[in-house]
């Protein structure tokens, strides 16, 4: 497995090398760095040299990433075509598939932009979009947990990146009062019960991550309300926020939940997201 960034020449980019390296390392796994060409219409009068320079362009765009990524040594790869088709088609071989937040050309406007939309929800691996303005920091790995099953996958990659990083884990349940709870609350009775009932079942859906994970510190956060915005607070000291996706029906269809959207557009460190349904093709 590889740990796969998509390049292109821009700052963003290059931030998001950077971050891939240690990532790399953290997982003693190899280094792929990936630049998407623009494709060319066939045409029989198109100047050869015309094509020829595009890839010495695609080539440079390269080798300054990998010079950024200094003794990574890592695999070097052009591929013609669109970009969000490119990173998707590698995903199926990466470990996890890093992007930076802001593009030129192949990956522009990455995390408000089509192409970050597009990778990020169709991905077949876990995509990390790398934020903020030191991304590489220190720091515990925030989780979203829903509850339920679709947790699994979150907290698996959650705990992996802690235990590698030498960190803990907060996992962050939110929860919305419905109109029984509405009732109950006018009735007297205090949600903090509530509070509890749901911590509960965090704690329940916890246990053998933690088990397995002994070295790992968790803290619990329950609390009531948004659940991007807590998990936004707790990413204010975050070294990682890892959040699930929800699955996706074409190339075209984004069907990433409100909370990702969230926190690929405001977070102030790196997100990854965690596919938690199956993708249909």
Known sequence: MTVTVGVDGS???LEAVRWAVEEARTRGERLRLVHAETPLFDAPDLDRKVRARLNDQAWQVLREAARVAGDGEPELHVEVGAAAEVLVAE???AGVLVLGTRGLGGFGALAVGSTAIAVTAHASCPVVVVRGEKPARPGPVVVGVHGGPHSVPV????FEEAAARGVGVVAVHTWHPVVGDVVA???GVDLAEYDALHGGRLARLLSPWRTRYRDVPVEVVVGRGSASVALLERAEDAALVVVG???HNSLTGLLLGSTSHALLH??????MVVHTEPRNT
């Open 185 to 187: 609350l006018s009735a």
């Open 245 to 247: 996706g929800r699955g």
């Open 11 to 13: 700052e963003s980019a």
């Open 91 to 93: 995903s199926t071989r």
């Open 155 to 158: 907290l698996a990659h959650a």
């Open 266 to 271: 405001h977070a102030p460190c790196p997100v």
